[in-house]
């Protein structure tokens, strides 16, 4: 089978770890004070650390089960999980398990390798030599016949060995130094001669999975082969298979030895417990046992194993062709050091990484012996980075390449045998800096998505009703049905979330919020709700009398349906331009005041309860309104005693727009930008599902005024809960204390709003008819232009987010007629407009590779849309019918036979 690269992660992000960058400044005092050494420099000091072990990201089931350890000292839950679990993926029935790979080495070195004789290896510099007594001897039997099978044993060399040598096991590394695959023919000539003269075959299966790969791709009758199968081969080809926890598996540490040998199993039984722990754990807690086994099932996932190979090909393909000298490692490139700095003699390993931080922030450290070798491993971690991160990293490999020869050598201070005891005296080079222009996290854990083939699909667009609000988020590829709720939250918000302590009074949580929030709005209220809608049914309740005005830029379903609940009557004020799909106007969010001053005109100031003033408006394409609307509107209202309430939801991309569009604001932070515009408003309404990066929750601020403060604490305390939490969980009010200051990172907010653009240039570049410009959090297709041929009232938008989910298991939202409802007066359809196709990108869940694929899918299916045909209601519900109404396809036999 001939199998394409992978376009995107097979996976979504579930959680990111926060990443800094830093100044050419602070990296040369970082540097300096860790004596050029970059092992000495913390995680904090460094942005991207190019290293795969225990590094790994995980998946969120592999962290669950971090949280699942039954500590016993004896006999715990985990272990016999563990048991199962390594029979099922290994096919071997006992397991030895020790806290990492170097104490599998040790247990199997003490007890099988007795003094005076050798270890047959393909892998001469594995840790064999250091462990074994200092007599044992290593026999080197490791071939250079094979072009791809760099790691296959020479078997003639191996058979004079265990002829003449004294050799008492046969050692074979799948991946040998993490650059010397084997093949499954050589692991099973091996076997049967060490079986012939009655040897054990240990193999280290650290990086099974990488070999697995490199197997499945090139051993002829392999191709069709799941990895999974031939991981287990390989296993049980060995007759001791051990493997580094923190390696494939991705656990933080841990180790195992498998074997279907009873008798060294109670060897090795009978030794654990001298050196590693109980049989039943060997020196790892429960909660490694719960993740390995978790990870050891999921590390032959077939797309998994592919995304990770592609990623290290085309790592390493990118270094290569800018020139840098490397060789091919199964988890990155290893940069040949010495022919990087031809012209330096010493110490050229430390060189490049010293170098390599100084210009980037980026560290690769070459553990182990001083002049052992001249590779530098520059390795991913595995699932932890996106493409376009790799790829600047690889950049700023080229980069420091074409600036080589400005780079000062070290002189060493210090005499060590090993690598991380080394401190240099230093010159700086002078050294262009690269600058990353990335999302500023790496992903933490991933979560699973569906994946269905296109007829499946189909069936379950059918049984959805054609609606995909009914559709099941496991049959669900890239959601692009909401920004709502669907952030990936921080590690440092999952850390507030679990130390949060919980009361039904004031808490500590709490008191962050209100101080974080209150410093970036310089409001004096703030009060938490447990979403927006909540902060809207109560902000109508204070502020409307029945039968008065609310003016607002274009309607948001819930803000309108709670406006007029409290008896009051919305009228839409927002400029012109933004009703006009194919206006490229940028301010499209604003007011238009004329609008205004209309309806004070016509009705009088007491007639208008407050103006409700969306940022980046949502229903118009994300929009921005910039600073000087928002100004006029507040000096306007001012004026007549009219009180203005933003719906502050998405404020902080309004606020980027402005930093992007205005040129005032250029050089102003977001978190300035944001702060003056909190100054044009009474007091907002925000669902904190969006901005605040956050999974639940909202809030509602009064800048100034104490009464209507009181009101709504009142309002809150009837309908919601505390006032100190608004109903929501003690711990979501932690996140979120945290969540309003992480999206105040300039770097962030701009690769978010970046993403989106992206997307919607993707498109417009191939003829798609979008509503431009592309604003915020969503690119909106307009469904009239894209299909032309379908009237308003077969719901082409809802038709073509049904299509665009069967093309490519991406599910949008329909944002047009049937959103929009219908007349009470006339029972019509309202037939807005804009009818839309939202694709909405939620907040650190994707990267430029999933929207490569949405746009290419979308595209695609612009090709063929005179094919598609109109929707008629099978069920429509009588409010908000978006939600649940199903629907057919009004040719139903044209729509059986479409794509
Ligand atoms: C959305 F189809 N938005 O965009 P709550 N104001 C604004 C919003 O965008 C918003 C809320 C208030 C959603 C979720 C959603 O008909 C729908 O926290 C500008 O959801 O209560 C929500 O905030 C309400 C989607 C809501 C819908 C209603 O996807």
Redesign the pocket.
């Known amino acids: 089978m001939k199998r394409r690269p992978p376009d995107h992660e097979p996976h979504k992000i579930h959680t990111v770890r926060l990443l800094t960058f830093f100044t050419p400044e602070e990296r040369k005092t970082q540097l300096a004070d860790a004596g050029f050494n970059v092992f000495n420099l913390t995680p904090d000091e460094v942005t991207f650390d190019m290293c795969s072990r225990a590094v790994n990201a995980m998946s969120q089931e592999q962290r669950a089960a971090q949280f699942l350890g039954d500590e016993a000292y004896a006999g715990a839950r985990n272990f016999e999980r563990l048991q199962e679990v390594v029979a099922r993926v290994f096919g071997h029935s006992y397991v030895c398990p020790a806290h990492n790979l170097y104490g599998c080495l040790k247990l199997v070195v003490n007890t099988m390798v007795p003094e005076g004789t050798s270890i047959a290896a393909n892998n001469p510099r594995s840790r064999l030599d250091l462990i074994s007594a200092p007599e044992t001897g290593i026999a080197d039997v490791r071939g250079a016949d094979d072009e791809v099978f760099t790691g296959n044993v020479d078997l003639d060399k191996l058979e004079r060995a265990l002829e003449s040598d004294n050799i008492a096991l046969c050692a074979v590394e799948a991946f040998a130094d993490g650059q010397h695959p084997v093949s499954l023919a050589n692991l099973s000539a091996v076997r049967s001669l060490a079986r012939r003269h009655g040897r054990r075959l240990l193999v280290d299966g650290s990086r099974v999975v990488e070999n697995a790969w490199y197997i499945q791709k090139h051993e002829p009758g392999c191709a069709d082969r799941p990895i999974a199968d031939i991981v287990r081969q390989i296993a049980k080809t060995a007759t001791l298979f051990m493997i580094d926890g923190a390696q494939d598996p991705k656990c933080n540490t841990g180790g195992i030895i498998a074997t279907d040998n009873p008798e060294d199993y109670e060897i090795l039984m009978n030794r654990v417990v001298v050196y590693e722990g109980l049989h039943t754990y060997g020196g790892m807690a429960g909660r490694t046992m719960e993740a390995l086994s978790h990870g050891l099932e999921e590390m032959c996932d077939e797309a998994e194993v592919h995304w990770v190979m592609h990623q290290t090909e085309r790592f390493t393909a990118r270094c290569r062709d800018g020139g840098v000298p490397l060789e091919r490692g199964c988890d990155g490139a290893y940069i040949k050091s010495d022919e990087f700095f031809p012209d330096v003699a010493d110490n050229t390993q430390d060189l490049f990484s010293a170098a390599l931080y100084q210009t980037s922030g980026v560290r690769a450290f070459a553990p182990g012996r001083v002049n052992s070798d001249r590779l530098v491993p520059v390795q991913i971690p595995r699932l932890a980075m996106t493409n376009r991160q790799l790829d600047q990293v690889a950049d700023a490999i080229i980069d420091l390449y074409e600036q080589r020869g400005r780079v000062e050598p070290l002189q060493s201070q210090t005499e060590g045998e090993w690598r991380d005891e080394m401190r240099y005296h230093g010159l700086f080079g002078n050294l262009e800096s690269f600058d990353f222009d990335t999302f500023p996290y790496e992903i933490h854990t991933i979560e699973e998505v569906g994946v269905l083939t296109r007829d499946e699909r189909k069936r379950a667009i059918r049984e959805a009703g054609y609606n995909t609000?009914l559709l099941r988020s496991a049959d669900v590829e890239i959601d692009l049905?909401?920004?709502?709720?669907t952030s990936a939250m921080s590690t440092d918000q999952w850390a507030a979330y679990d130390a949060a302590k919980a009361a039904t009074t004031i808490t500590n949580a709490y008191q962050q919020f209100v101080a974080a929030l209150g410093d970036i709005t310089g409001h004096k209220h703030i009060i938490p709700t447990h979403?927006?809608?909540?902060a809207?049914q109560i902000l109508s309740e204070i502020m409307i009398r029945p039968g008065q005005f609310v003016p607002g830029n274009m309607y948001?379903?819930?803000?309108k349906l709670h406006q007029e609940l409290a008896g009051g009557v919305f009228r839409d004020v927002i400029v012109d331009e933004a009703h006009d799909s194919t206006s490229d106007y940028p301010w499209k969010g604003n007011i238009d005041l004329d609008k205004l001053e209309a309806l004070r005109a016509e009705h009088g100031a007491d007639a208008i309860a407050y103006v409700s003033f969306?940022h980046a408006?949502?229903m118009a394409g994300g929009q921005p309104v910039n600073m000087d609307n928002m100004k006029a509107v507040y000096a306007w209202a001012g004026q007549h005693g009219i009180p203005v309430f933003f719906?502050a939801?998405?404020c902080v991309e309004n606020a980027c727009m402005i930093q992007e569009r205005d040129e005032r604001y250029h050089d102003v932070r977001v978190r300035d930008i944001l702060r003056e515009m909190m100054l044009y408003c009474d007091g907002c309404?925000v669902?904190?599902?969006?901005d605040f990066l956050i999974n639940i929750g909202?809030v509602q601020t009064f800048r100034e005024n104490d009464e209507w403060a009181a009101k709504a604490r009142r309002l809150l305390r009837i309908y919601e809960g505390n006032i100190s939490d608004g109903g929501l969980a003690t711990s979501d009010v932690a996140a979120m204390a945290l969540g309003v200051q992480e999206m105040l990172n300039d770097r962030y907010i701009r690769s978010r709003v970046r993403q989106t653009r992206a997307l919607g240039d993707m498109l417009r570049e191939a003829g798609v008819p979008i509503v431009r410009p592309t604003g915020g959090?969503a690119v909106f297709i307009d469904a009239r232009r894209f299909l032309p041929h379908i009237d308003q009232d077969e719901f082409p938008a809802q038709r073509l987010a049904a299509e665009i989910y069967v093309e490519t298991g991406v599910r949008a939202?329909e944002?047009g007629n049937v959103?929009k409802d219908r007349n009470p007066e006339t029972g019509e359809n309202y037939r807005p407009a804009l009818e839309l196709v939202?694709l909405?990108i939620p907040r650190r869940v994707y990267t430029l590779d999933h929207m490569r694929s949405v746009a290419d899918g979308i595209i695609r299916l612009y090709q063929r849309r005179d094919r598609i045909t109109g929707l008629r209601f099978v069920y429509e519900p009588e409010k908000?019918r978006?939600?649940q109404a199903r629907f057919e396809p009004v040719d139903a036999m044209l729509g059986r036979h479409e794509g």
Do not use: P
Request: glycine share 12%; net charge positive; charged share 30%.
């Open positions: 609000f049905l909401t920004d709502s709720g979403q927006g809608r909540a809207e948001f379903t819930t803000t969306e408006v949502n719906d939801t998405r309404t669902s904190g599902k969006k909202g959090h939202m944002r959103s939202r909405t908000l978006f939600f």
